[in-house]
C-alpha cells in the first residue's frame, strides 16, 4: 500500500496524559499536513512541512500542541497534557507539492481522552 | 482569508435520484477547488479537482462539478445516486501561493432505497 500510514488508528488516553501520533506520507510527497476533525465538522487546518520545514505553525490550538518532521519523511504530531476537548480525529495528508496538487489523507488517528 | 460554505448540512435522495451539493467559496483570484468523500471513520477521498480551463469537470464513480466563476460556485452532482453513495461530503479550496487546502463544514448524503 503506497498511501498515507497514520498510527495508531484509535487512542484513548486519560485526561493530563500525553499523546504522540505518527504519519507516514506518500513516498515522493514532500508536503504534509495534519488536520483535526470534530464530529460533524469539516477538517481544520493545524500545520503543514515542506520537507523538514514547518511553514505554518500559528493554526496550531494551543502551545500543547507541537509536530515535527525531523527528515522529510515521516512526521509526528504530539498533544501534551490533553484535556477531554482534544477528542477528536486527526488527519494527516501529503501533496507532491506546487499550485496544482492534490493532498491525499490517511485514515487518520480517532482521539478520546478520558 | 479564503472560505468554503457548504449550506446544506443533510441532503437526503432516493437511489436513483439525481443529485447537486452547493459549495461557495470566498477569494479573490481564482482559486484551486476539491471535491472529497468520506465514509464513517476513514479518511478522505479525492473525487475530482479544478485548477483551470474547462469549467466542468468529471472525477470517479460517476461524480461532476462544474466551476461558475460570476457565482463563486462549485457544486457536485450525480445523475444516479448508488446506496453506496452514502457519506458526507466536503468541498475545499486552495488560494494560489497558500498550499494549505481550507475545507467546508461537510454535507451528509443520506440514500433512501
Known amino acids: 500500500d503506497t498511501g498515507v500510514s497514520q498510527d495508531p488508528r484509535h487512542k484513548i488516553t486519560k485526561r493530563g496524559q500525553n499523546v504522540t501520533f505518527r504519519c507516514d506520507p506518500i513516498?515522493?510527497?514532500?508536503?504534509l499536513y495534519w488536520y483535526r476533525q470534530t464530529l460533524g465538522q469539516g477538517p481544520e487546518f493545524l500545520t503543514y512541512?515542506?520537507?523538514?520545514?514547518?511553514?505554518?505553525k500559528s493554526r496550531l490550538l494551543s502551545d500543547r500542541f507541537s509536530a515535527e518532521r525531523p527528515k522529510g519523511s515521516f512526521s509526528t504530531l504530539e498533544i501534551q497534557r490533553t484535556e477531554q476537548g482534544d477528542s477528536a480525529m486527526y488527519l494527516c495528508?501529503?501533496?507532491?507539492?506546487?499550485?496544482?496538487?492534490?493532498?491525499?489523507f490517511g485514515q487518520g488517528t480517532r482521539l478520546t481522552v478520558v | 482569508a479564503q472560505s468554503v460554505t457548504q449550506p446544506d448540512i443533510h441532503i437526503t435522495v432516493s437511489e436513483g435520484a439525481s443529485l447537486e451539493l452547493r459549495c461557495n467559496y470566498s477569494?479573490?483570484?481564482?482559486?484551486?477547488l476539491f471535491w472529497y468523500v468520506q465514509s464513517p471513520g476513514q479518511g478522505l477521498q479525492l473525487l475530482l479537482k479544478?485548477?483551470?480551463?474547462?469549467?466542468l469537470v468529471q472525477g470517479i464513480k460517476g461524480f461532476e462539478a462544474e466551476f461558475k466563476r460570476s457565482q463563486s460556485s462549485f457544486n457536485l452532482r450525480k445523475p444516479s445516486v448508488h446506496w453506496s453513495d452514502a457519506a458526507e461530503y466536503f468541498c475545499?479550496?486552495?488560494?494560489?501561493?497558500?498550499?494549505?487546502?481550507?475545507f467546508g463544514r461537510g454535507t451528509s448524503l443520506i440514500v433512501h432505497p
Open positions: 477569494y479573490g483570484a481564482t482559486p484551486y
Open positions: 512541512f515542506q520537507n523538514e520545514a514547518q511553514l505554518e
Open positions: 513516498s515522493e510527497h514532500n508536503r
Open positions: 479544478y485548477f483551470s480551463g474547462d469549467t
Open positions: 475545499a479550496v486552495v488560494s494560489g501561493g497558500s498550499y494549505i487546502p481550507t
Open positions: 495528508a501529503s501533496s507532491l507539492g506546487g499550485d496544482t496538487t492534490e493532498a491525499f
